[in-house]
């Protein structure tokens, strides 16, 4: 969210390549973590990985299983992840008509 704290989200960059570095079945030559861009409803971190596995079906497994370290790893440091969000100001113009008009000078 944008009320993120600059250096948890640094910190939580950093969860994200540890746990990069702790799967053997990911590429440990090529890959990035980065926070990326400033969404219209989020603080965007660019995570650029690749599995080494067998199969697709493996490699489902294991992006499963990267993304839940990743899920875990942002509760545990607070993390509170980004949905797209609007608000809507009712404006009244009958309120603001007779406001205007108690507020005539006479």
Known sequence: Q???NPKLL???????????HSNSSMRQDNFHVYFNS???????I?????FITP???EELKQKHK???????????LGINFA?????????D?????SQEQVNLPT
């Open 2 to 4: 944008y009320d993120t």
């Open 10 to 20: 640094e910190e939580f960059c950093q969860k994200i390549r540890d746990i990069v």
């Open 38 to 44: 400033m969404g219209d409803f989020s603080l965007n």
């Open 46 to 50: 660019f995570v650029y990985v690749f």
């Open 55 to 57: 199969d697709w079906s």
């Open 66 to 76: 990267f993304l839940m370290e990743v899920l875990k790893a942002g509760n545990d």
């Open 83 to 91: 949905f797209p969000t609007q608000t809507l100001h009712v404006f």
């Open 93 to 97: 113009e009958l309120k603001k008509a």
